[in-house]
């Protein structure tokens, strides 16, 4: 129990998916620009995580390392989460239309997102069990969202502040994104 | 090589099956358009519109909560398929453009000095901004950097200036603003817009009755722009050649110029430019909304009525006009001579009306010809009742039905249409109004030798405007005041000979202000005429409620001036698709109130339609002043003689009914528009030789 707790921290802090590894970067500047639609990608991107993490994990140790194709995992994972992304949005849609009206629109973006896809590689790696796969996923994503919403409330403030032109918008996001990255940095040694 | 190919196919091939199967078991109808809407936007999912991807936005799109323009990286190409896509819905196919209130910018005074960031948005949270005017423009161009079109940038004097052809109507600019200035609006909502007590208005644009932008199109004439005069008048009153003609123009009253110097001469520039469009003989192009499919009835083709269906038609509804006389033009044709506003002008005006396919159907009586049943029948979702005061007031005395006695508006009616009256050598016209001088003045080009105005006050007391009464007094009526008729006296053959009246003397004020006439005893005086035309007010003749045999009819009620009743601030009468303004409503009064009241009306009956609650505009400014707009004294404004109006010479225009009233030159017309001080709210440009200081 205590190692899983230490995972999820190193992987909530030490390892954010966006501030330590550097992935997901396109979803971190295009919808960070307002706080709602920060949080509503956050949810989304915990939820997809989880389910892409776990049914990878499946199909690594029951297809690929069983037929002896762990060469193919890349591509094979791709078509995986593409087609698990798609699946959960028509069920939401149909079955939860009020978790659908909060997420859906945030799932097609994720669908081939290097995030998710790095999570589920990362996996793999580090040779995780089932459960230490569900606990990292989902420290990863919260991690996602952490960095994405405090991300967020950063650019708000940004908006009104007097910024030289030349480096308006994505340019002093990307600075502010390194600055953010840096201060995560100090997380390290922490386990 | 093999068993990955396998591999693949088979991993491929049970995720296909797997979502081929689901997409029929999780199927749920969405809007085709959604996805052809999608089709039409850029595809980057890069988030500049605030919603999370394409698809979400295209969603945004088609439940009607974002404009077509909502993608900001789109083409214009594609905003437009988009907004073709859309088109579909009633209504909305209409593109909004970016519109700039205030033209204030840098000429208030500053409250503070500012030393924060360069934002609106920020400086507007320490007082509402450094400027004294409270709700003027801040002029850091928030606006300006929300563009995503380069359609907004900020003028010489401090406010945003948009560019129409750049604008896509995005809202950005609106969004940016702190303080309401800017504002995207579809072109309905710009005609129906109505004047607020938050809005920079001057004091001349807050008086007009029609709410006209008068420091604005002032503006534009003195850049030369004069189409774009017209078309600013045009956005408020449809009749600007008869108007720039009779209009006693309250607005010159409130100008500011007028509390140190003659007031700038408003009307006369109107009628510049209104007579420059006539002139060139080509129309300057009105626009319209696209058709909503609903059928409004005006009965009545007057100023009110002209004006409610011109402004229903260019908001996309289709009208058609009822009138009861052979022509349109209610009063304006049938009230007031051709020596003031020649018939050939109000035809202008009038088909430039008609032409935007507006219908009129002439010589129909309402409550006669017919109904509120057979409109109701053909489709009429509301109607609107400009009947006008038609019916004069009668002098109640003896002997006024003798032989050469007649009333005010049914003469000038009678004259207008042509009508041969046997007239006699001298006459008296009882009242002081309008109608008396235009009855007076009409006898004498008639060739009448001698004419009187009698009337029971004096002349400052006199209703009618000031400049009819100059006009009069240079072509020679005669002017018998403190005079209250009592006895028209006949000849053995009925003929009218002499008028008796009873002098007075002016008591104590009364409610309206004036001083009360009080009878001398036994003052009794006689004046031979042989012609005596009472023209002492008018009330509307409500007879179509007799004779409509409609059951609803009996519903409308009436006040004890025989005027329909309403709420003043929606027009509605107590039958809520009844709607009614002008003369018909208020009794008589200026023209340009009967206009102001047709848009008003205008905007009711389009609320109605869409059902929507019919209530008053809020924060209405209607018939109010801004207190802190109205000064008593105005620094940096230097004499400048006000441009006189030119017109024909008395000796010419008696023996004919030729315009007396002349167009002003265009040089004076420039001289004029430059002594406008091109006020707000509580800016103003001094004249030239002080430095720009309020």
Redesign the interface.
Known sequence: MGDLFVLAISCIFINNILLAQFLGNCPFLGTSKKMETAIGMAMAVIFVLVMAGLITWIVDIYLLKALNVEYLRTVSFILVIASLVQFVEMFLKKSIPGLYAGLGIFLPLITTNCAVMGVCLINIKEDYTFLQTAVSSFAYAVGFGLALILFAGVRERIDIARVPKCLQDTSIGLVTAGIIALTFMSFKGMV | MI??LL??LG??AV??I??SL??K????YEDPRISQVENNLAGA???GC????C??AA?AIVSGKEMPSLCVINSKEGTQAVAKIMGINAGSAESPMSYNMCEGGLRADNKYHYMG???C??MSLVFGGKRVCGVGCIGLGDCVKACQFNAVHLGSNGYPVVDDDQCVGCGACQKACPKEIIEVKTLSEKLMKFNQVNDPLAPCAQTCPAEINIPRYINQLREGKYKEAVQTIRMRNPLPLACGRVCPHPCEDQCRRGVEDEPVSINQLKRFVADYEMNTGSRIPITCAPDTGKKIAVIGGGPAGLSCAFFLRRIGHQVNIFEAMPKLGGMLRYGIPEYRLPKKVLEWDIQGILDLGIKAFTHLNFGVDFGLGSLMASGYEAVFLGVGAWEDYSLGIDGEDLNGCFTGINFLQRISSGEKIKLGRTAAVVGGGNTAVDCARTLLRLGLDKVYIVYRRTRKEMPANEVEIVASEEEGIHFVFLAAPTRVVGDADKKCTQLEYLQMQLGEPDASGRRRPEPIEGSETLLDVDMVISAIGQSPDASFKKHDPHARMTQLELTRWNTIDNDPAILQSSIPYIFTGGDAATGPALVVDAIGSGRRAARSIDCFLKGEPVEPVKDSLQEKRIEESIFTSVDGVKQIQRAKMPELHVNQRLNSMVEVDLVLPKDSAHKEAERCLNCCRICYNPDSDFPISK
Do not use: E, H, Q, R
């Not at chain 2, 605030?50 to 991807?53: E, I, L, T």
């Open positions: 068993p990955a591999f693949m991993i491929g995720c296909g797997v979502l689901s997409s078991v999780f199927y749920v999912n890069c988030g605030g919603y999370a991807g698809s979400a969603d960031i360069s934002s948005k920020a």
